[in-house]
């Protein structure tokens, strides 16, 4: 073996350049194989072809119906994931903060296996679970190699339909959960973020994601048995999934979900957006200040949604670093405040769309003493929105690529996709792929931008604020800046 290894090593070297020396003296060297040179034994695999159509998503609707849906994708990972159309809007008082114990409460013990057993059947196989709870939808997922499909989904199934609430695991996981809510309360953002819910809507939009301790401490195993047996009905799941084939998914899963019951469950409650003030006095030198307006029709109207989430790429934002370089989003109309005005240390456009409605706005976090002169310069950027003229065909075309950008990156990611799979199918039935997103930005036009700004800001107004809020001015003075629009 050493000799052959001696010989080829001698060969390559014989018929190499010269290098340096070569090119010096002008010698000319061994002459080397052509690059279309055959090497024996070696099979070349055809090219692609110019163009590679994307897996298209498939789905098939059980009698019950559950939905199964799932698209191929090359890679040797897959990603399952189980969405439940449920969450804070389905919540009672009594069962306020459901959602998120049942997300702390996801992987734990089943009337089939103990939580060690769940967590090192996961961990066998390399894989990655978590669970999420939002407004308007319970997600289940779960990422590894797609050879190991058939115990995924058996294992998320088993973990979704069949939880065995033991008391000791509830207790602990509430426990857990006043810990995380109280530190997502220290987050002004997120804080902000609930404030203009629970402000900003009747309804229920307005019930608490980050619920109070009192509601939390109230919750056991009968309510969220309850919870379960009257939100987690067949037509209100989907599982989804990327990267596996659609028949043996449905093979394996159908016998897992076909005796789910059928009914229908509770129906989605109402929401009506109102407007309002929230003030939130904390110890600090700085203030945050959110100010938001309603997204009327929500993400199922799939135009105006287009244009929202242009609109957010297009006032953008940023921050300074610990160094004091500008954040992101340098070409954005809300950067360049952060370059001129030292006070602002961060200011940036935000989105919070739900089915029906949402909120638009823009959040900034600023020294107390400059609040009131940084509201003033938020609302001439919404107001400058608004006004046709204001917003030149070069912002509008950057604007539109940095959307595009990202969108397409977030469903590079496997558990995205199966995400974006799974809430498409629950809110329409079907799934419409990214192209047809992308040309529904493509098609939004200067008129567009002006039209839908000044549809959203003559909505009634909801700030809100947190901090040294001593300067706030006072909500009709702020909310008269764009009623005289």
Not at 60 to 85: F, H, M, Q, R
Not at 187 to 212: Q, R, V
Not at 402 to 411: D, E, Y
């Given at each position: 073996?050493?000799?052959?290894?001696r010989?080829?090593?001698?060969?390559?070297?014989?018929?190499?350049?010269?290098?340096?020396?070569?090119?010096?003296?002008?010698?000319?060297?061994?002459?080397?194989?052509?690059?279309?040179?055959?090497?024996?034994?070696?099979?070349?695999?055809?090219?692609?072809?110019?163009?590679?159509?994307?897996?298209?998503?498939?789905i098939?609707t059980?009698?019950?119906?559950?939905?199964?849906?799932?698209?191929?994708?090359?890679?040797?990972?897959?990603?399952?994931?189980?969405?439940?159309?449920?969450?804070?809007?389905?919540?009672?008082?009594?069962?306020?903060?459901?959602?998120?114990?049942?997300?702390?409460?996801?992987?734990?013990?089943t009337?089939?296996?103990?939580?060690?057993?769940?967590?090192?059947?996961?961990?066998?196989?390399?894989?990655?679970?978590?669970?999420?709870?939002?407004?308007?939808?319970?997600?289940?997922?779960?990422?590894?190699?797609?050879?190991?499909?058939?115990?995924?989904?058996?294992?998320?199934?088993?973990?979704?339909?069949?939880?065995?609430?033991?008391?000791?695991?509830?207790?602990?996981?509430?426990?857990?959960?006043?810990?995380?809510l109280?530190?997502?309360?220290?987050?002004?953002?997120?804080?902000?973020?609930?404030?203009?819910?629970?402000?900003?809507?009747?309804?229920?939009?307005?019930?608490?994601?980050?619920?109070?301790?009192?509601s939390?401490?109230?919750?056991?195993?009968?309510?969220?048995?309850?919870?379960?047996?009257?939100?987690?009905?067949a037509?209100?799941?989907?599982?989804?999934?990327?990267g596996?084939?659609?028949?043996?998914?449905?093979?394996?899963?159908?016998?897992?979900?076909?005796?789910?019951?059928?009914?229908?469950?509770?129906?989605?409650p109402?929401?009506?957006?109102?407007?309002?003030?929230?003030?939130?006095t904390?110890?600090?030198?700085k203030?945050?200040?959110?100010?938001?307006?309603?997204?009327?029709?929500?993400?199922?109207?799939?135009?105006?949604?287009?244009?929202?989430?242009?609109?957010?790429?297009?006032?953008?934002?940023?921050?300074?670093?610990?160094?004091?370089?500008?954040?992101?989003?340098?070409?954005?109309?809300?950067?360049?405040?952060?370059?001129?005005?030292?006070?602002?240390?961060?200011?940036?456009?935000?989105?919070?769309?739900?089915s029906?409605?949402?909120?638009?706005?823009?959040?900034?976090?600023?020294?107390?003493?400059?609040?009131?002169?940084?509201?003033?310069?938020?609302?001439?950027?919404?107001?400058?929105?608004?006004?046709?003229?204001?917003?030149?065909?070069?912002?509008?075309?950057?604007?539109?690529?940095?959307?595009?950008?990202?969108?397409?990156?977030?469903?590079?990611?496997?558990?995205?996709l199966?995400?974006?799979?799974?809430?498409?199918?629950?809110?329409?039935?079907?799934?419409?792929?990214?192209d047809?997103?992308?040309?529904?930005?493509?098609?939004?036009?200067?008129?567009?931008?002006?039209?839908?700004?000044?549809?959203?800001?003559?909505?009634?107004?909801?700030?809100?604020?947190?901090?040294?809020?001593?300067?706030?001015?006072?909500?009709?003075?702020?909310?008269?800046k764009?009623s005289?629009?």
């Amino acid at each position: 073996m050493n000799i052959a290894v001696r010989s080829v090593s001698t060969s390559v070297a014989q018929s190499s350049s010269g290098g340096f020396w070569t090119w010096l003296t002008g010698a000319r060297s061994n002459a080397l194989p052509p690059p279309d040179f055959k090497l024996p034994g070696v099979t070349i695999p055809p090219p692609l072809p110019d163009l590679v159509e994307p897996g298209k998503t498939r789905i098939t609707t059980l009698s019950n119906g559950v939905k199964i849906a799932s698209e191929t994708s090359a890679g040797p990972s897959c990603s399952v994931g189980v969405y439940v159309d449920c969450g804070s809007v389905y919540e009672a008082p009594e069962t306020t903060g459901a959602s998120q114990l049942l997300k702390m409460l996801a992987f734990s013990s089943t009337t089939n296996r103990s939580e060690l057993r769940v967590v090192r059947e996961i961990e066998a196989i390399g894989g990655s679970a978590k669970a999420s709870a939002s407004r308007e939808m319970m997600s289940y997922s779960y990422g590894a190699l797609k050879t190991h499909m058939p115990e995924m989904v058996e294992v998320l199934v088993d973990c979704v339909r069949n939880p065995a609430f033991l008391d000791w695991e509830v207790k602990e996981q509430i426990f857990r959960l006043k810990a995380e809510l109280a530190k997502a309360s220290s987050n002004p953002e997120k804080l902000l973020l609930e404030a203009l819910h629970s402000t900003g809507y009747s309804g229920a939009l307005a019930n608490p994601l980050i619920a109070p301790e009192s509601s939390v401490s109230r919750l056991n195993t009968d309510v969220l048995e309850q919870f379960i047996a009257e939100n987690y009905t067949a037509p209100r799941i989907v599982l989804a999934a990327s990267g596996v084939d659609h028949d043996e998914l449905v093979s394996i899963a159908e016998p897992l979900l076909s005796d789910m019951p059928s009914i229908a469950g509770t129906t989605r409650p109402k929401s009506t957006y109102v407007g309002g003030e929230y003030r939130r006095t904390a110890d600090s030198s700085k203030a945050d200040v959110a100010l938001a307006f309603e997204v009327p029709s929500g993400w199922l109207k799939e135009k105006d949604f287009a244009t929202v989430s242009v609109l957010q790429t297009l006032l953008g934002g940023g921050g300074t670093f610990s160094w004091g370089r500008q954040g992101k989003g340098l070409h954005s109309r809300l950067n360049h405040l952060v370059n001129e005005f030292g006070q602002i240390k961060s200011i940036s456009a935000f989105k919070d769309v739900h089915s029906n409605t949402g909120i638009f706005g823009i959040h900034t976090s600023t020294d107390a003493a400059f609040v009131p002169k940084a509201i003033d310069l938020a609302a001439r950027e919404l107001i400058a929105l608004a006004t046709p003229g204001q917003v030149d065909q070069t912002q509008l075309d950057r604007a539109k690529a940095s959307a595009k950008s990202a969108i397409l990156a977030n469903l590079e990611s496997k558990a995205s996709l199966t995400e974006d799979i799974g809430r498409q199918v629950l809110a329409f039935g079907e799934r419409k792929p990214a192209d047809h997103l992308v040309k529904a930005v493509d098609g939004v036009t200067l008129k567009d931008i002006t039209t839908v700004a000044e549809k959203i800001i003559s909505s009634p107004l909801t700030m809100a604020s947190h901090g040294n809020v001593l300067n706030m001015p006072t909500y009709e003075s702020v909310s008269g800046k764009f009623s005289s629009k």
